[in-house]
C-alpha cells in the first residue's frame, strides 16, 4: 500500500524523486520476500523445539581431538556444520543422514549450537562378543562409551562355551525356560541351561544327519528326526521328555528329517520325499493321517514343511531329481482345518514357472507379514507369493550367487 502512495505523489513532484521511488518499490518486494523464505528455512530445525543431543561424556572430554558422529536434518547439513567450525568429514553415513568427523573438543558447543544439527555422539569402535570389557572391569585399554566397548546399548556378551563332543548337525532349539537343546553328530542330544551350562545329556539314540533343529511342543516335550544309522533308508522321528527320557519314536523310510508343529502343539507334520505329508499325533506318536500332493513334475522334496501362524502348512517341492528332466518346484497351502475331512484340503497351489522359465526351489520358505518368500539358491531367483491366495507378488532374479534366503 505504501508502494501505491508513493508512486501517486510522484507526480506532484520532481521526476527525480519519482525515479527514485519506483526504484525503491522493484527492490522492497524481492527483499521481503527473500527475507521470509530465509527465516522459514533457518527456523525448520528447531520447530519442534527440542535441543541437539550431545553425548555428555564427550563435552566432560579433556581439550584435544575427538572423532563423533554428527546427525543433520540431512547428511549434507551435518557436513556443513562440521567444516563451520573447523572439523574434518572422514566418512558419510548418508543411510542416517549423519557423518563421521573428527573435531576439537573446544568446538563441539559451537557445532550444537548451529541449525541443522541433531545430534552429536562419540564414534566408538564396535567389538564383539568374545571382545575383553572395559577398562575397570578386566582393565584393559578398549575404548569405551559410558562403560560400554562398541555399541552404546547392553552388547551381546559370550556367557561360556559347550562341548559337543562332536559337531552340531543342526542348529539349537530354544526351550520354554530358557535354555536350549542340541543335536550332534556322534547321536547325542544336549539340554543346556540359559546359562550355558550343561542340564543333561542323553547318547545312544539312532540318528544321524537332521534337515531342521528340532521343534519344541506342550510341556517342553523336544520333537526332532534324523536319518537311521542301524537301519540305511530309514528316518527315526523321536520325541523326548524335558528330563531327557523318550516318550516315543515313529520310524518309515523315505521321510524328510525334519518335523514342524501346529500352533497348538498337538500335531506334527513330516513330508515324504516324494509328494506326501504325514500327519502325526503329537502326544503319541501315531499316525494321524497323510496328504498326497497332485504336484507336476516337482522333483524330490527336500526341505520339512513349514508352518504359519495361523495353521497353514506350507509343503514346497524342490524340482530337482536325479536323472529326471524338466521338473519345477511346486509349494502348497494346506488348510489344517480340513486335514481329515477333506482329500485335497489345499488353500492354494504355485508352480515355480516364471516367464516360461522353469526354476528349483532349495532354501526353506519365510513367512514374515502377509507375504511367502521363495529362494531358488541353484536357480538363483526370489519368488514373493501373498500367503492367502498364492498370487505372485514379485520374482526376482539375482545377479550373482544367493548364499541364503531373506
Not at 187 to 207: H, I, K, S
Not at 327 to 349: E, K, Q, Y
Amino acid at each position: 500500500m505504501r508502494c501505491r502512495t508513493m508512486l501517486a505523489c510522484s507526480r506532484t513532484t520532481t521526476g527525480r524523486w519519482c525515479d527514485s521511488a519506483r526504484q525503491h518499490c522493484v527492490l522492497v518486494l524481492p527483499l521481503l520476500l527473500a527475507v521470509l523464505l530465509i527465516a522459514s528455512c533457518t527456523s525448520r530445525p528447531h520447530q519442534r523445539g527440542v535441543s541437539p543431543y550431545v553425548d555428555a561424556s564427550l563435552l566432560a572430554a579433556p581439550t584435544g581431538t575427538v572423532s563423533v558422529i554428527v546427525t543433520g536434518d540431512t547428511m549434507e547439513q551435518a557436513a556443513a556444520a562440521v567444516s563451520h567450525t573447523g572439523g574434518s568429514v572422514t566418512s558419510e553415513l548418508w543411510l542416517i543422514d549423519a557423518v563421521v568427523a573428527t573435531m576439537s573438543t573446544d568446538k563441539l558447543a559451537e557445532l550444537a549450537g548451529l541449525p541443522g544439527v541433531r545430534s552429536i555422539v562419540g564414534n566408538q569402535q564396535v567389538s564383539t562378543a568374545q571382545s575383553p570389557q572395559c577398562p575397570g572391569d578386566t582393565g584393559t585399554d578398549l575404548p569405551c562409551a559410558g562403560g560400554r566397548p562398541g555399541w552404546m546399548s547392553d552388547r551381546i556378551e559370550k556367557k561360556g562355551e559347550v562341548d559337543l563332543g562332536d559337531q552340531a548337525i543342526v542348529g539349537f532349539a530354544a526351550l520354554p525356560d530358557g535354555g536350549m537343546v542340541a543335536l550332534s553328530s556322534s547321536q547325542r542330544v544336549l539340554f543346556l541351561n540359559a546359562d550355558g551350562t550343561e542340564r543333561l545329556r542323553v547318547d545312544g539314540l539312532d540318528f544321524s544327519q537332521a534337515a531342521a533343529p528340532p521343534v519344541i511342543g506342550q510341556a517342553g516335550i523336544v520333537y526332532f528326526a534324523g536319518l537311521s544309522i542301524r537301519y540305511p533308508g530309514y528316518v527315526n522321528v523321536f520325541a523326548l521328555n524335558p528330563d531327557g527320557s523318550t516318550r516315543w519314536t515313529y520310524t518309515d523310510t523315505n521321510l524328510v528329517p525334519g518335523p514342524a508343529i501346529s500352533p497348538d502343539g498337538s500335531l506334527l507334520y513330516i513330508n515324504r520325499t516324494k509328494e506326501k505329508l504325514y500327519v502325526l499325533d503329537a502326544e503319541h506318536g501315531a499316525k494321524r493321517g497323510e496328504i498326497s500332493l497332485p504336484a507336476q513334475a516337482p522333483g524330490l522334496t527336500t526341505l520339512p514343511p513349514t508352518v504359519g501362524a495361523d495353521g497353514t502348512i506350507y509343503v514346497q517341492t524342490s524340482g530337482q531329481e536325479p536323472d529326471v528332466k524338466n521338473t519345477v518346484a511346486n509349494v502348497f497351502a494346506i488348510d489344517p482345518a480340513r486335514l481329515f475331512v477333506d482329500n485335497a484340503p489345499f488353500r492354494w497351489h504355485f508352480v515355480a514357472q516364471v516367464n516360461s522359465i522353469l526354476y528349483p526351489l532349495d532354501a526353506q520358505p519365510v513367512l514374515t507379514g502377509d507375504a511367502i518368500y521363495l529362494t531358488g539358491l541353484k536357480g538363483r531367483v526370489f519368488i514373493a507369493l501373498n500367503q492367502s491366495d498364492g498370487q505372485l507378488r514379485f520374482s526376482l532374479a539375482a545377479p550373482g550367487k544367493i548364499l541364503a534366503p531373506p
